[in-house]
């Protein structure tokens, strides 16, 4: 059975940051203005369960669903939903910081539907939580320029301060047209993180079919798009966050991956966005999200 927990409940797990939509900007685009976003605490909070609680803890806090796991006593928050945007992030356990988020919704360029930028990315969802088994099962629902999104995600146990995987599985109803803009028409997933020098980021680079992808301070990460199914943005530590998590996504199908670099000096601003697209609507899709400390997991020797 599906559960809503109301805001109010057993435990409350310290807030990780307001994080809106974020903007990233394409050379052929207008600039659309990049709202910020307060940063989450370096590490995630941990909360003390009663005694008859099971492994998983899930509270909506405003606009946040904050998940958390047992670890002996104590229920370190390992993931959060923020539902005024369908951001979603992971850590692999207390030692992690906040980092690169995934955005659940699809992202797309539609002029007929998103003006004036023609950019479609980042709406309001609402979400159902159940168990399944071992895992969680988070269910995401929302309408992004027309279209109406279900994203399921299914939260497997953490190997804390190691990895944290979930598997995505989305899917749309609606008619839409679509701007031509290939390798970014329709983005089925889309990382969005922050790069702005080489000592402050969460994101220090980029990853496709086992290639290693420099971020400029501004442009695209790679060009023309590789089709792959696999694509990263690696995290670590730096002066501005240590343990950043590295996001890694495994995709269904090949798809074109590439990004682009929006040049900003202020690092509450997501400026990196990094995503897989196709040049169609897709009706359905699915991924593999992995949170890692190192990238040594990744699958690249």
Known sequence: MLMRIPMLLIIMLSLVGCMGATTITSPTSTPAPTPTQTRAPAHAPTVTPQADAGPWRVIEVGEEVQIAYRQGANYPQVAVLHTSSSYFRLIPGPSAGWGTSVVLLPSFWSQARCAPTGLCQGAPVRA??????ADLLLKVTGEIGGLVVTVDVRIMPPEFDQALSATVSGSVTGELSLDERPGEAFKVVFLSSMWIAPTMWDAQQAGAECRTLALPGEGWIVQPPITTTQLWLEGGSSTWKPNAPTIAI?????????????????????????????????????YTITALLGTERIGCD
């Open 128 to 133: 159902a939580w159940e168990l399944m088994d």
């Open 250 to 286: 495994t995709l269904d199908r090949p798809l074109a991956v590439t990004g682009w670099v929006t040049p900003s000096n202020d690092p509450n601003d997501d400026n990196v966005g990094f995503w897989a697209a196709a040049d169609a609507v897709l009706p359905a899709w699915r």
